[in-house]
């Protein structure tokens, strides 16, 4: 039996943890694996509760985390190389930045035969300055030449992983997109929705509006705000909006909401008198997302929004910015509105012809189910990687051979 090691930055509430434990959990018992996982940020959900519900056991190491320090690193890959060494793996498969550097050096330092690195979104625009970015696209490019094969979430970020921002040539890249269980965006919706418009004091007749995910700067959430500001001047239907999820700018996009005469409410500090709410993290993200009428995303940049996908298998239209891998989770004008970047008053309109059309709501619903409902089962990326892995064990062990 093929031994992995699959290793991912941090185990928060998001698509690179569900993927990660996905994988750990269905690919045995094809596959012997071990997760190796660093630690959330203080602002970030723990994805705890998906591991336990799984039965998945990871092996922490808490040095490991996003951000950049030296001694935390160092550590962190003396830790990888330790376990590399006593598990002696056929793979080595990371996930994301992070762990894609410390398990990639040590992967190859110890002549793992098969090197293979997810990315689940990139960093190459709107993070850092373009100093920064250069650098980090040259580490990119030196660790993805040890690769084995690359694997990118979309046919998007394939091309950008190849040609906008070149990491390696397109013949390394195989696109595997995420897969998830969703089976609970179709299940007793009725209830969920009631039980959550219950939970928020939302009328019947109200349209619910709502953003999911981390709340920093790279989501955009002034977007969101400055576009749901005009909807709240024209639109003559009752609505409130949500914004679920937490993170460092929250307390700019309080302050924002100020500025813009939105009356809001917290965890902290309820008003009952709101139009916007800040729920924080919601772990049955499914009750959230049966209980709104419309998702938004505002980002700057994306690999695969899960909030997105979600939101379609529970049949609710959605408006976003046209950015990423958006293009590859939505049909523009069939489930989702599109709209550039930094257009308050674009987004806006989005927004509004779907607070105020019923029966547009309703046409978007279905064929948004019918779009994820295949792709994006877990079932499919299990079967995917495992292909993979097959064939790259089987061409490794032909030039062993020859």
Known sequence: MPRVV??????????????????????????????????????????????????????IIPEMS???????????????????????P???????????????????????????????????HSYFSSYKTKIFLKIEQYLARHCDAIVALSETQKKELSVDFPVCPPEKIRVIPLG???????????????????QYHVRENEIAIGIIGRIVPVKNHTLFLNALKIVLEKTA?????????????RDKIESLAVSLNIPYSTPEKNNPDAKL????????????????????????????????????????PVVATSVGGIHDVVINGETALLSPTENAEAFAQNLLLLTENENLRKKMQQKGKELVEDRFSYKRLVSDMSLLYNELLS????????
Do not use: C
Not at 292 to 309: H, R
């Open 180 to 198: 998830f269980d969703l089976a609970k965006f179709s299940h007793d919706m009725e209830a969920k929705r009631k039980k959550f418009r219950e």
């Open 66 to 88: 996003r951000d950049i320090s030296p001694f935390r690193d160092i550590v962190s890959y003396q830790k990888i190389n330790s376990i590399i060494k006593q598990f002696k």
């Open 6 to 59: 699959r290793i991912i930055n941090r185990l928060n509430l998001g698509g690179p943890t569900y993927n990660a434990v996905y994988l750990t959990k269905y690919l045995a018992p094809e596959f012997e694996t071990i997760l190796v996982a660093g630690v959330k940020q203080k602002s970030e959900e723990s994805s705890e509760f998906i591991l336990k519900s799984l039965g998945v056991e990871p092996v």
């Open 237 to 249: 239907s009752p609505l409130k909006a949500f914004i679920i999820g937490d993170g460092e700018d």
């Open 90 to 124: 056929d793979i080595v498969h990371t996930h994301a930045a992070k762990a894609g550097a410390l398990g990639r050096v040590s992967a190859m330092r110890n002549k793992v035969p098969v090197l293979v690195h997810t990315f689940h979104g990139h960093f190459f």
């Open 277 to 316: 709410i800040f729920t924080s993290w919601i772990k049955e993200i499914d009750i959230a997302i049966a209980g709104l009428e419309i998702i938004a995303m505002t980002s700057l940049n994306e690999g695969t929004p899960v909030s997105i996908i979600e939101a379609q298998a529970a049949g609710k």
């Open 395 to 402: 061409r490794k062990s032909a030039q062993v051979r020859y």
